[in-house]
């Protein structure tokens, strides 16, 4: 008897502690992670496979980005495509998954106004021309003046501030649909957001609507549900696809519906309704005023059409008439990917697409608040009946009772999905029905844990002593097994080192390896970094394990930086004891590679292997091209925006067929001075003058360039093209890329 009254005390407390993870008072993370995997098994087996007839995807894609040139395009090309659009196709609404944030001076409207003002100053016939022709270069202006008496919506986006800094805000943010106070007084947790980054007030102004297209991403990552309404500054704001369903039926009313009157107990919103006269569609919300996307398909199940085509008339005007158009991108280098429950690589705009075809059809899964009331009970009744029933049953009887309930809770849950559209979590009751089993099955048995002294073991050698702590605390996400992930990979080599290896002799040449080696690597430790190998005089380094580093790519690039400072503070001690000067290059570069325990029988090592690695040491290899001190590649440019960056090239280095942009970091923003930033600029111009091929200018920006860097290799290389290519011509097919043959 005392047996069993231990054992249903302990089922108790295991219930207990399922209970509250399903009442919301803490979370477990291993709860979490089996209801999102059982709601996206649930939704990969209800998927119909098949996409909206009314809805299509204008793509900027890699054909789109070969044909018309790098994103952003020009505001003239913009309104040239919603004009075709509309007068040419004639469909019923845009919406757009990007964002129009920074003035267009692609025309070069100011450099001939600044000319006015100086070089022309008195000149009538420039001033006259300019005069004539200086409508057609505002193209923010003429994008703008295509946008008004038509539905088309915009695409913004929210941001929140971090480490106590002020979000940032740029552009103009649409008109609220609700103000905050509708909401006064009842439970509604609406997600908040500090900053954003909204369109031109020239456009806004002209389009019909606008709306953010901010999805809800879960802990694991993975986008299922979409904020319909967000709050910014008191005001309520609506989501891209909300808004482009209002504007294809010309902007009804937005009703909130509410569960009960504020005075009575629970009040909570459970709907939103679209007001129309074809009567209203009803979006069912969850607590925090989200919607779960209803996912129709993997990947392309909705049309795709180029946004090429269009502007040049290719596509039949059946495709397009009449249907509602998103233009998105579903380019790898436009950073628009979504990790989803039926594709870790997923089109951002088609997830929009997915849900306004969702409010359209009214097949939108519901998972209300009241929904965790009613799991908490369910898991409460099942928690206690098998608390009090397995310690006394046998165990072939206490097998066959949780599997009944086992069966009658998956089939519980399946039928209010299937004919009730009811979301209901379900893992907390798996998870307690297995775990009352398996404690009544296993009763006294418990097993000492050695994760501290195996990862100490396995990862010592490789990672600083903070790391191996970390580690031992989190040992079930440590494992030297292969895995596949995204990190950040550094390479760095010594410059000319086999001269400097030839001048010093064994004993000399072994200490001042030593000595550059050693603070190099304390600052790969110091940003969180874990050493590979050394190679006689190169390091390789990687970021994002074995532990996970969400800032794995930050983290590398100033490593690489703090590596050339540290190597330049070591330069006044080499030259007291007569060693040669030690400079090196860096090459830094982001992507998935394989990570884990690999060798053959006889030795094995925690290493890395990928195209992401392989460009990494390519990048280090080619720093001496041009001069420089440290190349990274796109992805981790694009991963680390708090990070000053000047273009370098395009290239194609050896092993590699599509050209990659690569960069150099010159410092954190705000710590870079005024001059460089404009040194900069004005690099950028002439690389974007240089691809246009207009080498006469091109020769004079970079000449501008040496005179305020004389010593900058980097200029002089450009310039030595400019003069080949002004001779020998790389055609119209030229993408601006340059190809290195050797490593």
Not at 264 to 283: D, K, P
């Amino acid at each position: 008897m005392k047996k069993h009254a231990l054992l249903i005390m302990l089922g108790m407390l295991a219930v207990l502690l399922f209970l509250g993870d399903a009442a919301g008072f803490y979370r477990l993370g291993f709860v979490q992670y089996g209801d999102a995997q059982l709601y996206d098994y649930r939704l990969r087996l209800s998927l119909p496979n098949k996409g909206d007839d009314r809805i299509v995807i204008l793509d900027i894609d890699e054909k789109s980005l070969k044909q018309e040139g790098r994103w952003p395009w020009g505001r003239d090309k913009m309104a040239r495509l919603v004009d075709s659009l509309f007068d040419r196709y004639g469909v019923a609404a845009v919406g757009f998954d990007v964002v129009f944030a920074e003035p267009d001076n692609s025309s070069g409207l100011s450099v001939l106004q600044a000319l006015g003002e100086k070089q022309f100053r008195d000149v009538d016939q420039f001033h006259s021309v300019l005069k004539q022709i200086q409508p057609a270069l505002q193209y923010d202006a003429l994008f703008a003046e295509k946008l008004k008496g038509r539905k088309v919506v915009l695409g913004y986006y929210f941001s929140n501030s971090e480490n106590d800094l002020t979000a940032s805000r740029s552009g103009a943010l649409p008109a609220p649909v609700f103000p905050a106070d509708i909401f006064r007084g009842r439970a509604v947790g609406l997600a908040t957001w500090d900053g954003y980054g909204a369109n031109l007030q020239e456009l806004q102004s002209s389009a019909a609507s606008a709306g953010h297209f901010n999805p809800l991403v879960d802990f694991d990552g993975v986008v299922r549900r979409i904020p319909m309404l967000v709050e910014h500054d008191g005001q309520i704001y609506e989501s891209l696809s909300l808004a482009v369903v209002r504007s294809v039926l010309d902007m009804p009313r937005l009703v909130p519906g509410f569960a009960g009157e504020q005075n009575q107990g629970y009040g909570g919103l459970e709907w939103l309704t679209v007001e129309s006269v074809q009567g209203g569609l009803t979006i069912p919300v969850d607590a925090e005023v989200s919607a779960l996307i209803p996912y129709s398909g993997k990947r392309n199940t909705f049309t795709y059409i180029s946004a090429t085509d269009v502007l040049h008339g290719k596509i039949e005007q059946a495709a397009l008439q009449n249907k509602i158009v998103l233009v998105g991108t579903s380019a790898p280098g436009l950073m628009d990917m979504r990790s989803t429950p039926v594709g870790e690589v997923y089109p951002g705009v088609e997830v929009h697409a997915n849900m306004i075809s969702g409010i359209l059809n009214q097949d939108i899964k519901q998972h209300p608040p009241y929904m965790l009331g009613a799991n908490v009970v369910l898991m409460l009744l099942i928690g206690i009946s098998l608390s009090v029933l397995l310690p006394l049953l046998s165990p072939i009887r206490g097998m066959l009772l949780s599997l009944i309930f086992l069966s009658g809770d998956v089939a519980l849950n399946l039928a209010l999905w299937n004919y009730a559209d009811l979301a209901m979590p379900m893992a907390g009751g798996i998870l307690i029905i297995l775990t009352l089993f398996a404690l009544n099955m296993s009763f006294g048995y418990f097993v000492e844990s050695r994760a501290k002294r195996q990862i100490t073991g396995l990862f010592g050698q490789y990672v600083p002593g903070e790391l191996v702590d970390e580690m031992a605390k989190r040992p079930e996400s440590v494992s030297m097994e292969g895995d596949s992930r995204e990190m950040t990979i550094l390479f760095s080599d010594v410059r000319s080192f086999t001269t400097i290896s030839e001048g010093l002799d064994p004993k000399e040449l072994s200490q001042l390896m030593n000595e550059f080696l050693t603070p190099l690597s304390r600052v790969i430790y110091k940003q969180r970094g874990t050493i590979d190998k050394y190679m006689g005089d190169c390091i390789m380094a990687f970021w994002g394990a074995p532990l996970p580093d969400p800032d794995h790519a930050h983290h590398a690039v100033l490593a690489g930086m703090e590596m050339q400072r540290a190597l330049n503070e070591l330069q006044p001690q080499f030259k007291v004891k007569g060693w040669p000067e030690i400079h090196i290059g860096v090459g830094v570069n982001t992507g998935r590679v394989s990570v884990g325990n690999m060798g053959s029988e006889v030795r094995v090592a925690y290493t890395v292997m990928g195209d992401a690695v392989n460009l990494a040491s390519r990048l280090e290899g080619i720093t001496k091209e041009y001069g420089v001190l440290m190349l990274v590649g796109e992805t981790t440019k694009q991963a680390t925006p708090q990070i000053v960056y000047r273009e370098v090239d395009m290239v194609r280095v050896k092993g590699k067929e599509h050209p990659v942009a690569i960069f150099e970091p010159h410092g954190l923003v705000g710590e870079v001075g005024k001059e460089k930033l404009d040194e900069i600029k004005l690099f950028h111009q002439a690389l974007r003058t240089y691809r246009k091929q207009d080498w006469d200018k091109a020769d004079l920006e970079l000449l501008s360039l040496q005179n305020m860097s004389p010593d900058c290799k980097l200029y002089r290389v450009y310039a030595e093209r400019v003069t080949y290519y002004r001779n020998n011509p790389p055609g119209d097919d030229w993408d601006g890329a340059f190809t290195f043959k050797t490593k």
